[in-house]
């Protein structure tokens, strides 16, 4: 604490990301990345960018890649927002659709960078209580004062709660923004980007860092109606003219466009949950059906922090949560089949001891 | 406006970039860009980078960034923060420093992103006049009530003040924090950051834009008592974890890391910039004495409205504020001596006529 620092920084709690390492041989199935790497397209456009113009402002606009997004969704560049990564683009949305004094409702369990907004930017919230299996209560979050906003699948649970569920909250909450976070619909099903032209209050975000590869390159989008993304383009306007470089505006385009890769690398990572699920099961864990690119696991005989600690001694990182109602979880990140095989190998060996 | 938008989009009053085009042939002396490429090692270092680990977070802490940076100041890790470019730093410096309810000051001519910032964070401002030569009145920024900023070399006017003058500055606002944005610093003389060990109230922000051709990559930086950065680390982390790409953080590294090829880039923009200076002299123009890598000028005969017209009609792009007391000069960008010709040649023609 310091006498310079404003009353924003005095109640902030900031966020704690999981932990990045840098050994080589560290099996890292912590922060949810992607085990693949990004298209070859996305690498060629990045290298033809970088030999031209790396000294000139990039488009504040983003028009092309608001495009090429749009075109995915069947949605006009007004109806996407970009922004560096999701986190950017939830922390604006915060800004631009939640006020001071009228708090918004997130379930209990979910994204932990939610609070930490709240706080930044002093928005009260009421955590919804989960059920018991981790499915929404969909009525809890009717006629919120402030707003709504979840994960769909949540994380950290990996659930993802149908269509039709989404639009209930979406329809009764008419004069709030909802807000659906999908950074892992990719490994699921269909994205309430759909509902897009029917409901003006509905913004839902995506992100680059999960099912394209793109983590290290921080490209998140919005997707809502021509006037919530005007307002979060005033937003931006007023915070940073150019949030995206050039070398992310190509490198995301150009993942677009590589449907093919992104259809394959996606299968590949569904196919691997599947068989670690059925894997862990047989080993005997619980865990959640999960529609992400992570699984969310409880052992019947073995602590979830024990677990964390015996993997991460034998150089495998996975996350744990030191949460009420989830500490007897650890959350694992879906790997190459080689790393998951290494994986089981490991927890075969501390379940044996 | 909607009923979906917080009181924070407003009051919002975005700011407006100079304008990005895409043909080839345009002379671009609008957005104060370095002429010159970035260092060839900094597109080695993004060839190498993008080919490992782009799927994967960046470092959310910057540490081998800060470090560099430090080294060249003198300073320790702890006292520089990094961020998607220097807007991206003025405005958590914005929340992380000022106060609603507590007028901040700045001088009435420059840049003109802080009263921007000003309204979205609700926080109150005074405009000081500028002398009548656009040099600072001094004890006009003594004991403000909410803190400081100002950029020096000054923008648009591209003066400089010597740095006894910023520190009397300093040293009169013991409780609050000045903040010297120095975004055209490596065109002038001495920075602001040798005075940070003796004073914890002063933070410095400059950008790798300008100087270091990096304006594509979007990388800013603050300098400050260990306590100053604590504030910004902690908005910067209830915000966005990772607020700069792996490509860029290793592109702005080898920038830092190759000091030749930015000290022969920036004595050729100064040499350029006094040539300029005499050139446009000669023409009839009123040259304020610059320290920056654009210069501020008025012609005797000529508006500066139909100036910005007529090059802009021959494909060459200078800035125009149509802002009272400065609407009769035009900024323009220093190019290279070949563009600096081309906009010679126009300029003749435009005043012959």
């Keep these: 604490m310091s006498k310079f620092w404003s009353s924003m920084v005095k109640r902030t709690e900031p966020y704690v990301p999981g932990e990045q390492v ?26 033809v960018e970088m030999e031209r113009n790396l000294q000139l402002y990039p488009s504040p606009t983003a028009d092309d890649l608001r495009k090429t997004i749009g075109r995915q969704y069947g949605l006009a560049a007004e109806e996407v927002f970009v922004g560096n990564g999701s986190d950017e683009v939830l922390a604006f949305s915060f800004m631009a659709f939640f006020e ?16 930490v907004y709240a706080k ?29 906003i979840l994960p769909n699948p949540n994380a950290p649970t990996s659930l993802y709660a149908e269509l039709d569920l989404i639009e209930e909250i979406v329809k009764n909450n008419p004069d709030r923004v909802v807000i659906i976070d999908e950074a892992y619909i990719d490994f699921a099903s269909r994205s309430a980007a759909e509902m897009i032209h029917q409901y003006d209050n509905l913004l839902v975000v995506q992100t680059t860092s999960k099912s394209r590869s793109l983590a290290g390159l921080r490209v998140g989008f919005a997707m809502g109606s021509p006037s919530l993304i005007e307002a979060l383009v005033r937003i931006k306007d007023s915070f940073n003219s150019y949030t ?15 449907e093919a890769y992104f259809n394959e690398t996606t299968a590949k990572i569904i196919a691997t949950r599947e068989q670690v699920t059925v894997e862990l099961g047989q080993l005997g864990f619980t865990v959640l059906p999960s529609q992400a690119n992570f699984v969310f696991a409880r052992h019947e005989r073995i602590s979830a922090e024990s677990l964390y600690d015996e993997l991460k001694k034998e150089g495998i990182l996975v996350r744990y949560f030191n949460k009420p109602g989830i500490d007897n979880y650890v959350r694992i990140t879906i790997g190459t089949d080689k790393r998951m095989a290494r994986l089981f190998e490991t927890l075969k060996e501390i379940l044996t001891t």
Excluded: C, H, M
């Design 22 to 47: 840098i050994q080589q041989d560290i099996v890292k199935l912590n922060t949810n990345e992607n085990p693949y790497p990004p298209s070859p397209k996305v690498v060629e456009a990045i290298r």
């Design 120 to 148: 930044l930017f002093d928005i009260p919230y009421e955590e919804v209580a989960l059920n018991t299996d981790f499915t929404l209560p969909v009525d809890k979050f009717f006629r919120s004062e402030g707003g709504v």
């Design 244 to 258: 995206l470089d050039r070398l992310a505006l190509v490198g995301a385009q150009a993942a677009f466009e590589d």
């Design 100 to 115: 001071p004094g009228q708090p918004i409702r997130f379930p209990d369990v979910t994204y932990s960078f939610y609070p």
